[in-house]
């Protein structure tokens, strides 16, 4: 009677096929893993800028005054995201009938060349630097 040897394991070629594999689907995944990082952070920054919008319409109701502070809006100062990414600012009311809060990008790390700074005012007017449209793109 024969006896068979079985091999166990697996071979170099089989190795360099899976790396190659592996390789390829890193290839494509990563960059649309990183857009959908920055998307996020941009998120952070339209929500908080939204929330501070409602927390001076509030502020004002019951001081007949906007304020310049956060502390006063409920927000700890410096407040940032989250994701730490953008940080926001309220700037002194030019008058009693308005207000600006701005999200400043503080962590460029490569990723947010078009969207570093979002504004919002009393008016509801929302604005964006250096691209003019940061609040409605999706990416």
Known sequence: MKMRVYMRGITLVELMIVLV???ILTAIA???????????KRTEAKAALLKAATNQEKYYLQNQIFSDELAELGFSAPFKTDSGAYQLSVSEPASASNFTVTATLVVDDGEHLTCKTFTI????????APATDCWSRKN
Do not use: C, E, L, Q
């Open 121 to 128: 005012d009393g008016g509801g007017n929302k604005t964006s």
């Open 30 to 40: 990563f960059p649309n893993y990183r857009n959908f990082v920055i998307r996020a």
């Open 21 to 23: 594999i592996v390789a």
